[in-house]
């Protein structure tokens, strides 16, 4: 079946360190890839995403990474900052002619100042 | 420019109650995605609706039902209640081609007695 998950639920680095979180999926077909930053009593603000024709994609301070052959994804924020505080999730859109996306069960990330 | 809108942000209910949610997508958007949230889980697809009509379900019961209006706003509409539907109900907008970011709102919290 669908499923995407996290290898770690919750994740702690000192502020200005940069992050890593990571992400498995298993459904092979699945086209579109997209980071959610979800902060307390708010819904999942979009962060960034990438299409299965790319390996890395680049915004401001994040990086994510896609790699197909072992079905893993990565969020990479630079710099970090008190306000990257939040639960971090990956969804995958499945290829099967519709945007639905299957969400894993999120890591909490907690900058130390 | 306005986002995702939602109302009501919370409400209490009765088993065996019915329920009617709301959701006005962003500007620009015409595609509207409902979502399941459980405290310390992912967010679970719902259905959503593309042109007025449901285009993609999820693993729900028919309990859950929804609508979409030619202005592109939506109601999720869930009857007889059970103290499991309790959770947080996310609305997200997009653009009807595939692989386009979905954009959240902030939820309904549904708490169910």
């Known amino acids: 079946g669908e499923s995407v998950g996290l290898h770690l639920p919750t994740l702690s680095v000192q502020e200005g360190d940069n992050s890593i979180i990571n992400c498995a999926y298993s459904n092979s077909a699945s086209d579109y890839f997209i980071w959610y930053k979800q902060e307390s009593g708010k819904g999942p603000q979009f962060i960034i995403d990438?299409?299965?024709?790319?390996d890395k994609r680049q915004g401001q301070r994040v990086t994510v990474l896609l790699n197909k052959t072992v079905k893993h994804l990565s969020l990479q924020i630079a710099a970090t900052q008190p306000g990257d505080s939040a639960v971090y999730f990956c969804?995958?859109?499945?290829?099967?002619?519709?945007?639905?996306?299957?969400f894993g069960q999120g890591t909490r990330l907690t900058i130390n100042p | 420019d306005a986002g995702v809108t939602q109302s009501p942000t919370h409400l209490i209910k009765t088993r065996g109650q019915q329920v009617t949610l709301r959701c006005s997508p962003k500007s620009g958007h015409d595609t509207v995605s409902w979502y399941q949230q459980a405290l310390g889980q992912g967010p679970q697809f719902i259905f959503q609706?593309?042109?007025?009509?449901?285009?993609q379900r999820g693993n729900f019961p028919d309990r859950f039902s929804g609508h979409q209006f030619p202005n592109y706003s939506s109601e999720l509409n869930v009857n007889a209640l059970l103290l499991g539907d309790s959770a947080l109900y996310l609305c997200?907008?997009?653009?009807?081609?595939?692989?386009?970011?979905?954009?959240f709102g902030d939820g309904t919290r549904l708490s169910i007695l």
């Open positions: 969804a995958e859109n499945n290829a099967q002619g519709a945007q639905k996306l299957v």
């Open positions: 609706y593309y042109e007025e009509e449901e285009r």
């Open positions: 990438i299409r299965s024709n790319m």
């Open positions: 997200a907008s997009s653009l009807g081609q595939l692989n386009q970011p979905q954009h």
